[in-house]
C-alpha cells in the first residue's frame, strides 16, 4: 500500500512538472530560459519582417542561450551592480513599461467611427478654396525684377529668364515651375498677390517678401478636390490618437505633484 502511494506521488510529481518544463526553451548551469522571452523575440523580429518559421525559433533559442552564458559571466563579474550600468538598466526598464503603457491606451481609446467622419469633414471645409498652378523669378532687387517684367511684357520668355536669373533653387531650373498647390503655402505677400491675379495674368510690379523680390504668373486655378475619407482614415486615425494620448499625458501631469 505505502509503494502505491509512492508511486502514485511521483506520477504526480512528473505530471505537474511537465508543463513548467515546457514553459522554457533552455536550461543553462540550472537557470531555465523561459518561452515567453523567446516569444517576445521573435515576436520583434516578425515586426521587423522577418517571417516565422522551425528555422527563427531555433536561431533565436541559440541567441537567448548565448546571452544567458553572457549574463551569467557578467553576473559573476559583477557588472549589473555598476552604478552606470544600473542607470542605463531603469532607463530601459522604464522605456519597455511606458512604451507597453502608450500601446495599452491607444487601444483602448481607439477613435470611433463618428469621431473620424467629423474630423474628415473638418478638414475637408478647412481645405476648401482653390489651387494655383504658379510660376514666379526670384531676383534680389526691385530695378532687376521691373526690368525682368519689362523684358516679358515685350515677348520674352518667362520660362527662359527665370531659368537664367531666378534665385529660387527649387523652381528656377524649371523655368520658375511652382507647379499645383494652396497659395497657403506660400508667406503671405506672396499668396496676396497671387490669389489677386486670374488665370494667365502676372503681376505689374515686384513683389517683395522676406527672400526677395518675386514677379508671379498665374498659369491656372482649380478647385480643390479632397481625397476620399477612406484614403486618408488611416493618417486621420493617427492625428486623434497623437491628440487623445496628448490630453492624457497633459492631464496626468496636471494631477501630478512636482517639487
Not at 467622419?117 to 525684377?145: C, F, M, P, W
Not at 527665370?162 to 499645383?180: E, I, R, V
Not at 486670374?198 to 479632397?226: A, E, L, S
Amino acid at each position: 500500500m505505502t509503494l502505491k502511494k509512492t508511486r502514485l506521488w511521483v506520477l504526480l510529481a512528473a505530471c505537474a512538472a511537465a508543463p513548467a518544463f515546457a514553459q522554457n526553451i533552455a536550461v543553462v548551469n540550472g537557470t531555465p530560459i523561459p518561452k515567453a522571452r523567446a516569444d517576445a523575440l521573435v515576436e520583434q523580429l516578425v515586426h521587423q519582417g522577418q517571417q516565422d518559421s522551425p528555422q527563427l525559433q531555433m536561431a533565436v533559442r541559440e541567441e537567448l542561450v548565448n546571452r544567458e552564458i553572457l549574463m551569467q559571466e557578467a553576473i559573476r563579474e559583477g557588472i549589473p551592480n555598476k552604478p552606470d550600468v544600473k542607470a542605463q538598466i531603469a532607463v530601459a526598464q522604464q522605456t519597455v513599461v511606458l512604451r507597453a503603457l502608450i500601446e495599452n491606451f491607444v487601444k483602448n481609446n481607439l477613435p470611433s467611427d463618428a469621431e473620424v467622419k467629423a474630423r474628415y469633414e473638418q478638414l475637408t471645409k478647412d481645405a476648401g478654396g482653390s489651387e494655383y498652378h504658379l510660376h514666379h523669378i526670384l531676383v534680389d532687387n526691385e530695378q532687376q525684377a521691373k526690368d525682368l517684367i519689362a523684358r516679358i511684357k515685350a515677348g520674352a520668355s518667362f520660362e527662359d529668364l527665370a531659368k537664367q536669373f531666378s534665385k529660387d533653387p527649387g523652381s528656377a531650373k524649371n523655368g520658375g515651375d511652382l507647379d499645383w498647390s494652396d497659395p497657403k503655402a506660400y508667406v503671405p505677400e506672396f499668396a496676396a498677390a497671387a490669389t489677386h491675379l486670374q488665370k494667365g495674368q502676372m503681376t505689374d510690379t515686384p513683389v517683395h517678401t522676406q527672400f526677395g523680390w518675386h514677379i508671379i504668373r498665374v498659369d491656372d486655378i482649380r478647385p480643390v478636390t479632397p481625397p476620399p475619407l477612406e484614403q486618408v482614415r488611416p493618417q486621420i486615425v493617427q492625428q486623434i490618437q497623437q491628440e487623445k494620448l496628448q490630453a492624457f499625458e497633459e492631464n496626468l501631469r496636471k494631477q501630478a505633484k512636482i517639487q
